[in-house]
């Protein structure tokens, strides 16, 4: 018997035919995050300063972050040259490497950009009645 044999099927019935169910797993179910990434202990720990719970980092590509900000790529990337946003993380040297902003930072801008908008007082303006209908004459 070689090293690579196949593994031997589980046969239950006098026929010999094979229940899917009954089948040994050879390979492990594969999973959205491999289980070191799941185990991380960030992902749920509290935080010592504050009862907030610390999310995971979660990065986010140049095509969301002008969706959350409804703005054109040119835009956003015009913004990152400039300073007004933050700059994205790159995996790699190369100018076509992968680029990720942390979504965290975007929602902190989108914040900062809503406190700093002005703050309007409604006054509300007496409008002169309509005269009763007694009053009009036709």
Known sequence: MSAFAPAPQITTQASGAIHPAETPRTKPKKTAFPARVR???HAAS???ESSEIALPIRLIPLAV???MLGLKRS???EKVATGQLPAPIKFGTSRRAAARWIE???VD???AKAAQRPVYSIQV???PCLQSAQEVTP
């Open 75 to 77: 835009a956003v990337l």
């Open 39 to 41: 185990a991380l202990p």
């Open 125 to 127: 303006v007496a409008r």
């Open 109 to 111: 801008y989108i914040w």
């Open 65 to 67: 972050v002008c969706e």
């Open 46 to 48: 509290l935080n010592s």
């Open 104 to 106: 965290q930072e975007i």
